[in-house]
C-alpha cells in the first residue's frame, strides 16, 4: 500500500502574492471559477487588481511545480500554469475585518484548493500561511465562513461562532458610544430582514457558518494619567448618566493600565488590567478629596493629582513582578480548564483565576439587601475594588437581557451617596467609564441565569453562574 500523502511530503510548495506577481491572476482567475463559477472573468480580474495590496486586502496564492502537480494527477494544468514552470494550486483572500469591536481582526474569503490535490494536507499548508501573514499584520483575531467545510476548519483550530460585527475605516472618526450604537442599529435592522426573508423566500437564508480563530492573546496595555481619566472619560461619560445636577464627592480609585479584550476574553483582560493596576506604586491611586460638579452646561472634576511625580510613580510599576504573572494567562487558565477560549461563566472560575494564577487576594460575597451599603463602604476606605457581572447594552450600560449580552465590570468608583449617587466601572471593550446607578447594576446582576448560545456555540451547559 502507497500512501498518498507521500508525494506530497517531497513536493516544494511556495507561496507568493497578486501584487508581487501579477503575471498570476489570469491563472488564478481559472482556479477560482473552477470552484466558483458565477463571476465573469472581466470581475475577477478587477477583483485581484484592485483589492490586494502588501498590507489587507491581500490575495495569497499556493504554487506547485509542474513535474510535483504530476505526481499527484495527469490532469491538464495549462490553464493553470503560470511560466510554463509553476501550477496555481491554491488560493485565499485576507481582508481586514475591525479595530473598534473585535479588536484587530481579518476574515478569509475564496480559500480554495486545486480539486485534485485535496486530501493531502494542502488545505492546512495553505491556511497555515494565511495565519502567518495575517499575524504579520498585527491580526488578532481570523473569522471565516463556509457552508460545507467547517470539520476541516475546526481540525484546523477554528470554532463555531456567531455572526461577527465588523465596521469599515469610516467608524475611525466616531466614538466608541458612537460605533456602539451604529452596531446595535445595524444588528436590529439585520434581524428584522432575516426575518421578512424566511417569511417571503425561505431559500434566500443564508446556510453558511461562521468560524474564528485566536492568534495570540492579549497582552499590550494602555496607560491613563489620573488626570486624562478624570477630565476626560470620566466627565463624558457622568455627563450622560442620570445623575442629578449637584456637587458631590467622589471617592475613587484610578486603575491606570487598561486592556482591551480580544474575543471573548472579558474576564480575563479584566483581570490582567486590575492585576498591573492594583500592583506596586499604582495600587497608591485611591483619593477621597475629588469633587464632582453636574451642572447644565457640563461636568467639572476637581482634586484630582496632576502632578508629574505620581506620574512616574505609576510608571514605575510596568518593571514590577505583575507584568510577569499577567503573561500567558490563557493558555494558564485553559491548562487548568476554566476556560475554552477566554471566556469565564462562573464566578468562582474567575476567583480561583484571580487568586492561583494571579496571586490576587479575594473574596466571593453573596448579593445581600444592603450590598449598596457594603460596597461603598468598601470603596470610601479604598480596601478594594468590586468585581460584578451585568447585561451591557449598547452603550454599556446595565441592562436586562437574561445573561444573554453577560460582561464583567470593575467598580472602583462612588459619586455622593449610594442612594442618590452613581458608581464609576471599566471593562475590557470600552475606554469609557461605564456610570450607573448601584440599583441599576444590582437589578441588571439579578436576573442573569442563562448564556446566549449564538455567541458560544461550543459551551455544552448554558447556565451562568455569575
Not at 506530497?8 to 471559477?33: E, G, R, V, W
Not at 473585535?102 to 499548508?125: C, N, P, Q, W, Y
Not at 488590567?273 to 485611591?286: D, E, I
Request: charged share 20%; proline share 5%.
Amino acid at each position: 500500500f502507497e500512501s498518498p500523502f507521500l508525494p506530497f511530503l517531497q513536493m516544494q510548495i511556495s507561496f507568493t502574492t497578486i501584487h508581487d506577481s501579477p503575471n498570476l491572476i489570469p491563472p488564478t482567475i481559472q482556479l477560482l471559477s473552477s470552484e466558483w463559477p458565477c463571476k465573469s472573468d472581466l470581475t475577477r480580474q478587477q477583483w485581484l487588481q484592485e483589492s490586494s495590496s502588501s498590507s489587507l486586502p491581500y490575495h495569497c496564492v499556493m504554487l506547485l511545480a509542474v513535474s510535483d502537480f504530476h505526481k499527484v494527477t495527469q490532469e491538464d494544468h495549462s490553464t493553470f500554469t503560470v511560466d510554463g514552470e509553476r501550477v496555481v494550486v491554491g488560493h485565499a483572500r485576507i481582508s481586514r475585518g475591525s479595530t473598534r469591536v473585535d479588536m484587530h481582526t481579518a476574515v478569509v474569503f475564496s480559500v480554495v484548493i486545486h480539486r485534485e490535490l485535496r486530501g493531502l494536507g494542502m488545505g492546512r499548508k495553505l491556511m497555515a500561511e494565511v495565519e502567518r501573514v495575517a499575524m504579520q499584520k498585527g491580526i488578532e483575531y481570523i473569522f471565516l465562513s463556509t457552508p460545507d467545510k467547517a470539520p476541516f476548519y475546526k481540525k484546523c483550530g477554528y470554532m463555531p461562532c456567531p455572526v461577527p460585527q465588523f465596521t469599515g475605516t469610516s467608524c475611525d472618526r466616531l466614538t466608541e458610544t458612537q460605533v456602539n450604537g451604529l452596531v446595535a442599529m445595524l444588528q436590529k435592522r439585520a434581524a428584522a430582514m432575516q426575518k421578512q426573508t424566511e417569511v417571503q423566500d425561505p431559500s434566500q437564508a443564508s446556510d453558511g457558518q461562521w468560524l474564528r480563530k485566536r492568534l495570540k492573546e492579549g497582552d499590550s496595555f494602555e496607560y491613563r494619567t489620573p488626570s486624562d481619566f478624570c477630565t476626560e472619560n470620566l466627565s463624558r461619560a457622568v455627563s450622560r448618566s442620570t445623575l442629578a445636577h449637584g456637587c458631590y464627592n467622589c471617592c475613587l480609585r484610578i486603575l491606570p493600565y487598561w486592556q482591551r479584550q480580544i474575543g471573548p476574553e472579558c474576564g480575563l483582560a479584566m483581570l490582567k488590567f486590575l492585576t498591573r493596576s492594583l500592583a506596586g506604586s499604582a495600587a497608591q491611586m485611591h483619593f477621597e478629596g475629588v469633587k464632582v460638579e453636574h451642572t447644565d452646561s457640563g461636568v467639572n472634576i476637581t482634586g484630582c493629582p496632576t502632578n508629574e511625580e505620581l506620574v512616574e510613580q505609576q510608571q514605575d510599576a510596568l518593571c514590577e513582578e505583575k507584568e510577569d504573572v499577567c503573561h500567558n494567562l490563557l493558555e494558564r487558565a485553559k491548562a487548568k480548564s476554566l476556560t475554552r477560549d477566554g471566556e469565564v461563566l462562573d464566578i468562582h472560575a474567575l476567583a480561583t483565576i484571580a487568586t492561583e494564577l494571579l496571586q490576587l487576594s479575594v473574596e466571593v460575597v453573596p448579593i445581600g439587601e444592603n450590598a449598596g451599603e457594603q460596597f461603598s463602604s468598601m470603596l470610601r476606605t479604598g480596601n478594594g475594588v468590586l468585581v460584578i457581572a451585568y447585561d451591557k447594552d449598547a452603550n454599556n450600560s446595565p441592562a436586562q437581557f437574561g445573561g444573554k449580552k453577560a460582561h464583567w465590570l470593575v467598580i472602583h468608583g462612588l459619586v455622593g451617596d449610594p442612594q442618590d449617587g452613581v458608581v464609576v466601572g471599566t471593562h475590557s471593550l470600552s475606554r469609557e467609564p461605564v456610570v450607573c446607578t448601584w440599583g441599576e447594576v444590582l437589578q441588571s446582576n439579578a436576573q442573569l441565569e442563562m448564556l446566549d448560545m449564538d455567541r458560544y456555540p461550543h459551551v455544552t451547559d448554558p447556565k451562568l453562574n455569575l
